[in-house]
């Protein structure tokens, strides 16, 4: 709103002959456009299990609270309404009325795409469709997925590849991608999901790159190895000095390797900490990014 009213006051004064000079905001606002900042939900998680927010509202808050126009779903908070038309048709409604983009729907809870066990792994692929099918109604460009099973890491990449490749014919036909976070177990080595992807060779199937989810591995590193193939990147935060920056991750240095890979889309703010309360966390995270975007 604010955007079209500048522009009618603009419009009005130019026909009033009025002489209009770009600002240094004008051209600082143009050096910001390589991303764009969403809300993932996972960062209001306590809020939801609390009860003191439903799924429904999310895109609600995230525009009016926290001036976030991109919002990226959880499906555990809204776990038994993949197949509800009627309820993504109001949840559509919310995020349009308030000039939000939906985003991307994070799948949980759905079975291993990399189980030992034939049945089970077919199972966990079928358990996905109607994740995507609900991602194609919601108007969003993906859901993450997790590749997770037992056995050696060359074991499990090969059933990952399977599953995923079937999981991309599928979305290719819904125009939605399927989108790998490095999130725990073997996933979290850069080099390992960087060779799953590879193989599976869809670009309809990714990387959703998490700044936080590396331990053993080199997180630099890991970001460095999965963004050729990043559909998206996760700003994990959990905490912040008194300048402002993560106390983990140098966010500079990340941006950068994002950057360098010639990135455009959403970076969704991710707070995880328990320092600075949920709300705290969301705009301190966003402040950094903010902050840094148009340096980098």
């Known amino acids: 709103m604010n955007s079209r009213r500048d522009f009618l006051k603009n419009l009005a004064l130019a026909s009033a002959g009025i002489a209009l000079a770009p600002s240094l905001e004008s051209f600082a606002a143009a050096k910001k456009d390589w991303f764009d900042i969403s809300l993932a939900e996972w960062s209001l998680h306590k809020t939801l299990f609390k009860g003191d927010l439903n799924n429904l509202d999310f895109p609600v808050v995230a525009a009016k609270k926290y001036g976030i126009y991109g919002v990226e779903y959880v499906n555990q908070f809204f776990k038994d309404k993949a197949n509800d038309n009627n309820y993504l048709t109001e949840l559509n409604m919310r995020a349009k009325d308030n000039g939000v983009r939906n985003v991307l729907i994070m799948v949980d809870g759905e079975g291993n795409l990399g189980d030992e066990d034939e049945t089970k792994r077919k199972q966990a692929v079928q358990n996905h469709y109607k994740w995507i099918s609900a991602a194609n109604f919601l108007g969003c460009h993906a859901i993450r997925v997790n590749a997770a099973g037992k056995g050696t890491p060359d074991e499990v990449s090969k059933r990952v590849v399977e599953s995923l490749t079937t999981l991309a014919d599928i979305g290719k036909k819904a125009g939605i991608s399927i989108i790998v976070e490095n999130h725990g ?8 999901l960087a060779k799953t992807l590879k193989a599976v060779g869809s670009k309809y199937c990714g990387s959703l790159p998490d700044l936080g989810n590396f331990y053993e591995y080199d997180r630099y590193q890991g970001v460095t ?12 935060t959990h905490d912040f000095d008194a300048n402002g920056n993560e106390t983990q991750i140098d966010y500079e240095r990340m941006l950068k390797i994002v950057k360098k890979a010639k990135f455009k889309g959403y970076v969704g703010i991710e707070y995880e900490g328990s320092k600075l309360s949920e709300e705290e966390g969301i705009f301190a995270t966003k402040k950094l990014l903010e902050r840094l975007r148009p340096l980098i």
């Open 185 to 192: 177990g073997i996933s979290s080595h850069g080099d390992w």
């Open 225 to 236: 190895d999965l963004m050729p193939y990043a559909h998206g990147v996760s700003a994990k």
